[in-house]
């Protein structure tokens, strides 16, 4: 386990997307909110951009989907180029096949809990993941405050994968600033999603050192 920073440009300049990823260039992924307008009631951006985002970006793309029937659409953003692709439990039929069709593609798969969403039902699908996001903030909208009380799901998480063996990293996405994301490594998180507490710096990389350094204990993921 190692610490992953990657910054949300749900907290970006829409309309300079290629400079927003510049500035952070010195994270370790960029993370991409894609919401349908469905699944959470926001709209960003859809498949069209991410295949341009990955064309420009210095950094390997970490995509959230947070839409509905992600059995027809996830696979298409690995195809497109995102390194990382995520999609939420909650709306998919069988996440065993998502997996597979993600992984084809070459891209690592991750799968999402909204905070009211308990594990439990998806442990045993484990092996097919290679990361658990789980969500301290609703999903839908930045800028929101940390759930600390999604830690002991970040516990279980964690535990979880210690008792498989498995190399799974787990993911916090909401309020992660540099007053919350000790507690969240303190609790097994390694990667850390942080929107606002980047974009809203007047420095950025600063910000993101500076993350880093809060969490400087832990090694660094390769």
């Not at 992984?103 to 097919?128: E, K, N, S, W």
């Amino acid at each position: 386990m190692g610490i992953v920073i990657s910054p949300s440009i749900l907290a970006a300049d829409f309309a300079n997307l290629e400079r927003e990823l510049d500035r952070i260039a010195d994270a370790d992924y960029a993370h991409i909110d894609v919401m349908d307008g469905h699944f959470v009631p926001n709209l960003t951006i859809g498949l069209p951009v991410v295949a341009r985002l990955a064309q420009v970006s210095p950094l390997p793309l970490d995509v959230h989907l947070m839409i509905d029937d992600p059995d027809r659409w996830a696979p298409a953003y690995a195809e497109v180029g995102a390194n990382l692709v995520t999609f939420h439990a909650e709306a998919a039929s069988d996440p065993s096949q998502i997996s597979r069709d993600i992984r084809r593609h070459g891209a690592r798969v991750g799968l999402a809990v909204r905070p009211g969403t308990p594990l439990d039902p998806y442990l045993h699908l484990l092996p097919v993941f290679d990361l658990i996001l789980v969500m301290t903030v609703e999903p839908g909208f930045g800028g929101q405050s940390f759930m600390p009380e999604m830690m002991h799901k970040v516990r279980q998480a964690r535990a979880a994968i210690s008792a498989s063996g498995l190399d799974i990293w787990v993911q916090v996405d909401g309020g992660i600033s540099r007053s919350t994301i000790e507690q969240a490594a303190d609790a097994g998180a390694n990667v850390f999603v942080a929107g606002s507490a980047v974009y809203a710096a007047e420095d950025a990389a600063a910000e993101i050192a500076a993350l880093r350094q809060s969490v400087d204990r832990y090694p660094r993921a390769h």
